[in-house]
C-alpha cells in the first residue's frame, strides 16, 4: 500500500516535471527534505517507512540506526530499490534491502554500536511516491555504549544539525507519549533551528503504551506545551506485529480503531494518525508548489518572448520548397555583401568594441603603419652620407672633381625610392590580410549552410588574391615611374643654389624626418591619448606604474589617471628619439624607449625613458604617432665593423660640402616622392583592391555561387541549424503546455496558510556543548 495522500499530488508533480523535461531543462522544483529526529526507539523509522508503504529499515533495541540514512523517493513505474554503494544493483525484495543497510551500517562503523556520519544512500522507486528525500537520523543519545566514543551525545546533534539547518527541511520531532515531553531533545534542536516554528511537526508515537489512566489529550489538543503547528498522535506496529508479518495496510486500520475507541482521542481522531500526518506533509509540500509557480511562470513567459519572433519564421519552414531555398540565397548574399559594406565604410551597428577590425583597420595600415615603414626603412643619417660620398669619388674616378656632379644625386635617390617598394608591398599584404579577416567575419551568418559559407568564403577570397597580383603590379609600376624621371624643376624641388645654403645644417631636427611626417598646423593638437607604463622608474620604487599619455606635437604629459587633473609631469619633444627596448622574459610587456640625442637625461635622473605597452601592435602605434609629432626612430650604428668604417672613412672639405649639397638635394626630392607616394599607394589599393572586391561581392558574387554548385547543395541546412529549429519549435510548444499546467495547478490547488504563532517558550533551548574531552584526542 502506497501514501494515498501522497499520491494525490503524484500526477500534479509529474505533469510540472514532465513539461520542463520537455523543454530540455529541470524543473528546479526542489520539494522539502523530511528528516526524522528523536531519541533512540522514538518510532522514528517506523515514521519514516510509513511514506514509502513498506518494511525494509533495521528494527531493534537501543541504538539501530547509527549512520544517517539519505532516502530519495523517485517516481517510477516500477518498484524497486537501489542503493548507491551498488549503483546499477536493482533490488525488489525490501527484505533484502533491510539486511544491505545493516551490512554497509556494520561495514563501516563496526559491530558494536559504533556511530559515523558517512550516509547510506538509498533510492526507492515507485509508482506510489514523490520525489521526495526522506532522512532517516541516528537516535538521540546521552550514554555512549559499546564502541561509542565518550562525545557521542555531541557527535549525533552535530550530525542531525547538519540536516535540519537547511530551510528546505521540513522536521518530524519525533517523542514517545511515555517520557517527558518538556525534555524532549528532538523539540529542543528543532526550536533552534526554527525558531518561528514554521518547519517543525510535532509528532507523538507510543501512545498505546502509556500507563493505565493516563494519555496525552492536552498535548495533543495542543493546550499543554503548545507547538505552532501542534502534535499528530501516531500508532505503530510493536516488534511483534513486525515479527507476525503484519502489514503496514493491516497497521493503519488498527491505529484507526485505536484513535476512534479511546475516549480521550475519539474527539480528535480525525486529526490523528498516519494518513493525517501524511496529510499535512502532503499539504506542505502542495504549499512550497505553490510558492514556487509565480517565478516559474514569470520564467517561462520570458523565455516564451525572446523565441517568439524567431518561432515566426520558422512556422512556415517548408525545407524542399525550392522558391524558399532561392529567396534565401539571394537574401544571405545581399546581407553578406551589406555587412562587408559596413564593416569597410564603417557603421552605427555591429560595432567591435574590443579591437580595430574592417575598415578602422585599414585605416590604420594606410596613415600610420605605412608612414611609418616609410621612416623607419629611411632614416639612416650616416649610411646616406657615405653612400653620397662614394658615389661622388666612383663618378670622379681617377680625377679629383671639383664640381658636384648630378649623377650622384640620381644614383642616390633613384636608390633611396626603390627602397619605397618593400614598405608599399607590406602595406598591400595588410590590407588583403584584414580584407579576408572581414570576409570570415562576415561570413558568420551564413554558417547555419556550411557549403554556402565555404563557398562564399573561397569564391571572395579567390577573388582577393587575383586582385593581389594586379595590385601589387601597379603599386611597382608607381614606384618604377618615379625612377624612371628624376623631375628637378618641380615647384617644390629646393634646387641647387637653395642646397648649398643649408649644407650647414646637417643636424637640424627633422631635415629628413619630416619628409614622412603630416605635422599638424596647430602645435596644440593633441595627436594621441592612452595608457602606458613607465617601466624603467617604476622598477626602483618597487614596481613599474601605469599613467595616463597625452601627446601633442610639441610635448609628451603624464596624468595620474585619464581624467586629465593632476599632471605628473610635461617632456618637451626637442632632440627626442625613440629606439625598440628588448623585451624582457619575465615580462609580458613590449617595450620602447625615448632618449635625448644630445646624451641628456630625458626624466630627472633617467636618460631613458621606457614606456610598455600589452601588445607589439600598440607599440608600433604609438611610435606612427610619435613619428606624426617629429620623434623618429633611432637607427645610429652599433655594430663594431660599420664603427670601424666610419671611423675610417674620412672626407676632405671639398668632398664634405659636396656630400652635404648632395644630402639636402635628396632629401628635398625625396621628401616630394614620398608625399607623393604615401598619397597614391593608398588610393592605388582602394581603387584597385578594395573597391573592387565591394563591386565583385555585389555584382558577381550570386552568379558564381550559382555556377559553383547546384543550390540545393548551397542551401543545405547544417545538422545543427536543423536540430535548432526542431529545438525551438518543440520548445515553444512545451513553453505553452507548461504555462497551461501551472494555470491547472493553481486552481486545482489549494494554500493552507500557517498557524499563528503560540507561545513555545516552554522548550529550552537546547545550547550546543563541546564534546568531553577523550583520552589521546587533543582538547
Known amino acids: 500500500m502506497g501514501n494515498r495522500e501522497m499520491e494525490e499530488l503524484i500526477p500534479l508533480v509529474n505533469r510540472l516535471q514532465d513539461a520542463f523535461s520537455s523543454l530540455g531543462q529541470s524543473c528546479l522544483l526542489e520539494l522539502p527534505q ?54 546499477g544493483r536493482k533490488i525488489t525484495d525490501f527484505d533484502e534491502v533491510r539486511h544491505e543497510i545493516e551490512a554497509e551500517t556494520d561495514r563501516v562503523t563496526g559491530m558494536n554500536k559504533g556511530i559515523s556520519s558517512i550516509p547510506i544512500n538509498l533510492r526507492v522507486y515507485s509508482p ?56 524532549s531533545d528532538a523539540l529542543k534542536l528543532a526550536k533552534e533551528v526554527d525558531p518561528q516554528g514554521l518547519r517543525t511537526i510535532g509528532v507523538i508515537t507510543k501512545l498505546d503504551l502509556m500507563d493505565e489512566g493516563t494519555d496525552a489529550r492536552d498535548i495533543l ?107 534565401a540565397l539571394l537574401q544571405m548574399v545581399q546581407q553578406f555583401a551589406v555587412d562587408f559594406e559596413k564593416r569597410i565604410e564603417g557603421s552605427g551597428d555591429q560595432v567591435d568594441t574590443l579591437e580595430l577590425s574592417g575598415g578602422a583597420k585599414i585605416n590604420r595600415i594606410f596613415h600610420e603603419r605605412f608612414p611609418f615603414e616609410i621612416v623607419k626603412m629611411e632614416f639612416n643619417e650616416k649610411e646616406l652620407r657615405r653612400e653620397i660620398s662614394y658615389a661622388i669619388k666612383n663618378i670622379h674616378g681617377i680625377r679629383t672633381g671639383l664640381f658636384t656632379p648630378d649623377m650622384a644625386f640620381e644614383a642616390i635617390v633613384k636608390k633611396q625610392i626603390v627602397k619605397l ?95 614622412g611626417t603630416n605635422l599638424p598646423p596647430s602645435r596644440q593638437i593633441v595627436i594621441r591619448k592612452g595608457w602606458l607604463t613607465i617601466s624603467n622608474i617604476g622598477i626602483m620604487k618597487g614596481g613599474s606604474k601605469g599613467y595616463w599619455f597625452v601627446l601633442t606635437a610639441e610635448s609628451l604629459s603624464w596624468y595620474k589617471d585619464d581624467e586629465e587633473k593632476e599632471k605628473k609631469y610635461m617632456l618637451p619633444l626637442d632632440n627626442l628619439k625613440v629606439r ?89 626630392y625625396m621628401s616630394i616622392i614620398n608625399k607623393c607616394i604615401r598619397d597614391l599607394i593608398p588610393k592605388t589599393i582602394m581603387h584597385l583592391m578594395i573597391n573592387n572586391v565591394k563591386d565583385f561581392i ?15 547543395t548551397l542551401m543545405e541546412e547544417s545538422a545543427e541549424q536543423a ?6 519549435l518543440r520548445m515553444y510548444q512545451a513553453l505553452k ?15 493552507t496558510p500557517a498557524p499563528p504563532p503560540v507561545d513555545d517558550s516552554w522548550i529550552q533551548h537546547s545550547r550546543r556543548r563541546p564534546p568531553p574531552a577523550v583520552p589521546g584526542r587533543p582538547s
Open 128 to 183: 506510489h511516491v514523490l520525489n521526495l528525500t526522506l532522512i532517516d537520523l541516528p537516535g538521540i543519545t546521552k550514554v555512549p555504549v559499546g564502541d561509542q566514543p565518550p562525545d557521542i551525545e555531541y557527535q549525533i546533534r552535530e550530525m542531525i544539525m547538519q540536516f535540519i539547518t537547511r530551510e528546505n527541511c521540513l522536521i518530524l520531532a519525533v517523542t514517545p507519549a511515555n517520557t517527558d515531553l518538556a525534555n
Open 34 to 87: 523530511i528528516a526524522v529526529v528523536g531519541g533512540q526507539s522514538a518510532g522514528k523509522s517506523s515514521v519514516l517507512e510509513n511514506f514509502v508503504g513498506r518494511d525494509f529499515l533495521p528494527r531493534g533495541s537501543g541504538i539501530v540506526t547509527r549512520r544517517p540514512l539519505v532516502l530519495q523517493l523517485v517516481t517510477s513505474k516500477a518498484e524497486y530499490a537501489e542503493f548507491l554503494h551498488c549503483k
Open 737 to 751: 503546455e507548461a504555462l497551461v499546467v501551472i494555470g491547472d495547478i493553481n486552481t486545482s490547488t489549494t494554500f
Open 221 to 327: 489538543e495542543n493546550k499543554l506545551l503548545p507547538l505552532r503547528r501542534g502534535y499528530i498522535g501516531v500508532v505503530n506496529r510493536s516488534q511483534k506485529d513486525i515479527d507476525g508479518k503484519k502489514d503496514i495496510k493491516a497497521a493503519t486500520l488498527a491505529e484507526r480503531k485505536f484513535f476512534l475507541s479511546h475516549p480521550a482521542y475519539r474527539h480528535i481522531a480525525d486529526r490523528m494518525g498516519t494518513p493525517h500526518l501524511q496529510k499535512v506533509l502532503n499539504q506542505q509540500l502542495t504549499n512550497h508548489i505553490r510558492d514556487t509557480l509565480p517565478n516559474f511562470r514569470n520564467k517561462l513567459q520570458g523565455q516564451l518572448l525572446s523565441i517568439e519572433h524567431e518561432v515566426e519564421a520558422y512556422k512556415n519552414f517548408r525545407p524542399e520548397d525550392p522558391t524558399r531555398k532561392t529567396k
Open 421 to 515: 617598394k618593400g614598405p608599399s608591398l607590406k602595406s598591400v599584404d595588410l590590407v588583403i590580410q584584414e580584407l579576408i579577416n572581414t570576409v570570415k567575419k562576415c561570413t558568420k551568418k551564413l554558417a547555419n549552410f556550411p557549403r554556402l559559407c565555404e563557398e562564399t568564403e573561397r569564391i571572395v577570397a579567390n577573388h582577393i588574391r587575383e586582385r593581389e597580383g594586379k595590385t601589387k603590379d601597379q603599386v611597382l609600376l608607381l614606384i618604377d615611374i618615379q625612377v624612371s624621371y628624376i623631375n628637378t624643376n618641380h615647384e617644390d624641388f629646393i634646387g641647387f643654389a637653395n642646397a648649398q645654403q643649408r649644407s650647414s645644417q646637417v643636424h637640424k631636427k627633422n631635415t629628413i624626418g619630416n619628409q
Open 698 to 712: 555585389n555584382s558577381e558574387l550570386l552568379a558564381q555561387l550559382y555556377s559553383s554548385e547546384d543550390q540545393n
Open 580 to 668: 625598440d627596448v628588448e623585451k624582457s622574459f619575465m615580462s609580458s610587456k613590449h617595450i620602447f624607449a625615448l632618449f635625448n640625442t644630445e646624451q641628456r637625461n630625458v626624466y630627472k635622473d633617467y636618460r631613458f625613458l621606457e614606456l610598455a605597452c600589452d601588445s607589439q601592435e600598440d607599440v608600433d602605434s604609438w611610435k606612427a604617432s610619435l613619428l606624426r609629432a617629429g620623434v623618429y626612430p633611432d637607427k645610429s650604428l652599433t655594430e663594431n665593423d660599420e664603427n670601424g668604417q666610419a671611423e675610417n672613412f674620412s672626407m676632405d672639405p671639398q668632398l664634405e660640402r659636396q656630400v652635404e649639397t648632395i644630402r639636402n638635394l635628396v632629401d628635398s
Open 723 to 728: 536540430q535548432r529549429r526542431d529545438e525551438m
